[in-house]
């Protein structure tokens, strides 16, 4: 959002007063959609105390700290793999729909 309206107001930016690409820039550098950012700065602009929360640092525990018998699941099942496990081993495993139920994440 703040790199979105500061393109916008910026007279050096490229696309100073242009809303439209503006936020089409900052939705495709911040890979989200421009409904999304475009909803974030309106609500901003609407009330300046709306301002989104970003949960990055809230994540204290791991799910392997919480349910030991998942990583020991994890690692019977990469230790069946062989010696030659790749980082896709494990996707693969956690997203079979029983591993899904388990662990709670639809994805």
Known sequence: MQQFLWAYVNPQSHTHGAWGVSLMNAADD?????????????AFLANHDDIPINPYGKWNESILDRDTTLAQDIHLHLQGIGPFVKAMDLVDYMDMPEMRARSGHTK
């Open 30 to 42: 911040l890979e989200k959609g421009m409904t999304f950012v475009c909803k974030w700065s309106r």
